[in-house]
């Protein structure tokens, strides 16, 4: 689930020129955006069809971010060189890594609906990653965020029955919760790294988006977890190439529309990427959520409408 942030600042322009299109170009902004969490949203269902067919989502992330890197470096060939001589984007490698590596394999898994709600706990990750590596405060707005997110998160995890503490009962819980907090992180690394140019962040994502899930892959298909990669074949190559692009298209989708609308605005639209999932996750019988599900799910995308609306 890369979201290489692709945005490029736009030159300021006289408003008698610009009035003509703005209604216009706020509709396609709209647009896109919804269009790329959409293309997120739906994503676990390609990488559990070519799963049926052999093909690992280790595997399949792997190999279609190096495809997407290939694209990128197509596009943006000076993207290479500012990110060799940054090493400070090599952190958000390997967090962007983790992100993708554990938030596809854990989809394939589990309960849709559950993962992506584990994975949407940014706002407890965000405030509490900010506050270690960007040294800004917890305010009273962002401690209440962290409150009702972690809430969300342990309505989710309480155990039916048994065990009356909640707990992460599965790999899919681990890999969901272990996303969300890569990807706060890859948030707060590109905060930090806001100088470097966005075809280098993109670049850095996608490419530890491959390296990472390759590696892993690598490693657990020698001990059993991930099954070994599966002899070439035209459904599969196809199918890996396929999705390249698709991630391709989602992201070039979101650098227009965060170019064309505020980013509180931006960030509440992306929100129904969590609608998606469940939406297409319930019609495709990936998903079984109960009420408490339902409680967790209005905690946890509480917290993060609040973080999209609130300014502290």
Not at 264 to 279: D, K, L, P, Q, R
Request: hydrophobic share 60%; with cysteine.
């Amino acid at each position: 689930m890369a979201k290489p942030h692709l945005l490029e600042s736009a030159g300021a322009a006289p408003a008698a020129l610009v009035a003509p299109v703005a209604v216009s170009g706020r509709s396609w902004g709209v647009l896109a955006l919804v269009f790329n969490a959409f293309a997120f949203g739906v994503s676990w269902w390609p990488f559990r069809q070519l799963a049926a067919l052999g093909l690992h989502p280790l595997w399949l992330t792997g190999l279609s971010y190096a495809m997407a890197v290939v694209l990128l470096l197509v596009l943006r060939p000076a993207a290479l060189g500012e990110l060799l001589r940054t090493p400070a984007l090599w952190s958000l490698m390997l967090a962007a890594g983790v992100t993708n590596a554990c938030f596809n394999w854990a989809v394939s898994l589990g309960d849709v609906v559950r993962v992506v709600l584990l994975f949407y706990l940014m706002p407890l990750w965000t405030v509490l990653l900010a506050r270690c590596l960007l040294g800004e405060r917890i305010s009273a707005r962002g401690g209440l965020r962290v409150a009702l997110a972690l809430a969300g998160a342990l309505v989710v995890l309480w155990p039916v029955s048994g065990s009356a503490w909640p707990l992460i009962t599965s790999l899919s819980d681990a890999l969901g919760l272990l996303g969300g907090v890569g990807f706060a992180l890859n948030n707060v690394l590109l905060r930090r790294q806001s100088h470097c140019s966005s075809g280098a962040c993109a670049l850095a994502m996608f490419a530890g988006g491959s390296a990472v899930s390759l590696a892993l892959a690598a490693t657990l298909s020698q001990s059993g977890p991930v099954t070994p990669l599966p002899a070439a074949s035209a459904v599969l190559a196809l199918g890996a190439l396929a999705l390249a692009l698709w991630f391709l298209a989602a992201n070039l989708a979101l650098q227009h529309g965060a170019a064309k609308l505020p980013a509180n605005t931006g960030s509440v639209i992306m929100i129904t990427e969590v609608f998606f999932a469940s939406a297409s996750s319930l019609a495709l019988g990936a998903s079984n959520p109960g009420l408490r599900e339902a409680l967790g799910a209005l905690m946890i995308l509480g917290a993060a409408l609040l973080a999209a609306l609130q300014r502290d």
